[in-house]
C-alpha cells in the first residue's frame, strides 16, 4: 500500500491533544498543502488564517458556546459534554480557518482544501479534526461576530475550520459501509 492510500485509511478524527506547539516547519508544510488544494476552474478563491493565538481560540470557542447556548443546541452541547471537550477545538494548539468570497464552487474548494489539510497532518505524524461548528463566531448578520479578528473582508465568508496538534489519545477509524456503494 503506498503513503497516501495508508494516509487516507489510518486517518481518523483527533479529539484529544497533547499541549505541545505544532513546529514551524510542519506549519509551513501545512501551509502548502493548503494551497496546492485543487479548485473548480482554478480560481484559487480559498484563503485560509492559520491560528495559534490561544486567546483569539478562546474567544471564538467562547461566542460558539454562547450562539450554542442562545439557540438552545442541547444535542451540540451534550455531545461536546459526552466527548469531554474543554473547548469545541479539543484543545488544538493550531486551527486552521478557511473562508472565501461567495461563488458557485465556494464549499466544494473549501471541502477539498481541508481534506488535504487533514491528509498532510496524519502523514506529518499530527492529528486533525474538521470543524464546521465554529461557523457560529463567523456569521455576518450577528451583531459582535469575530469576523474581522480573522480579517474577512465584506463579502468573504466562513467555509471549514481544522484543529491540527500532536496526538494525546487516539481512536481508530471509522468503519467501513459498503452498503453505501453501488456499481452500475
Do not use: W
Request: proline share 2%.
Amino acid at each position: 500500500m503506498n503513503d497516501t492510500m495508508r494516509s487516507i485509511l489510518e486517518r481518523s478524527s483527533t479529539r484529544s491533544y497533547t499541549h505541545e506547539a505544532v513546529s514551524s516547519e510542519m506549519i509551513e508544510d501545512l501551509k502548502k498543502a493548503a494551497l496546492a488544494a485543487p479548485t473548480a476552474t482554478n480560481k484559487q478563491e480559498n484563503r485560509f488564517v492559520f491560528v495559534t493565538d490561544k486567546d483569539l481560540l478562546a474567544k471564538i470557542n467562547t461566542k460558539v458556546y454562547e450562539a450554542m447556548a442562545a439557540e438552545s443546541d442541547s444535542n451540540g452541547l451534550a455531545r461536546l459534554k459526552q466527548r469531554k471537550a474543554e473547548d469545541i477545538f479539543y484543545g488544538a494548539p493550531l486551527v486552521i480557518f478557511i473562508y472565501s468570497q461567495d461563488s458557485r464552487y465556494a464549499i466544494m474548494d473549501a471541502g477539498i482544501a481541508v481534506q488535504n489539510l487533514a491528509l498532510a497532518a496524519h502523514s506529518l505524524g499530527l492529528g486533525s479534526c474538521i470543524n464546521g461548528m465554529c461557523r457560529r463566531a463567523f456569521r455576518s448578520n450577528d451583531e459582535g461576530n469575530l469576523r474581522s479578528e480573522l480579517g474577512f473582508a465584506e463579502g468573504e465568508y466562513f467555509r471549514v475550520a481544522i484543529g491540527i496538534g500532536h496526538i494525546a489519545r487516539g481512536k481508530k477509524p471509522h468503519r467501513f459501509n459498503y452498503a453505501h456503494i453501488r456499481e452500475i
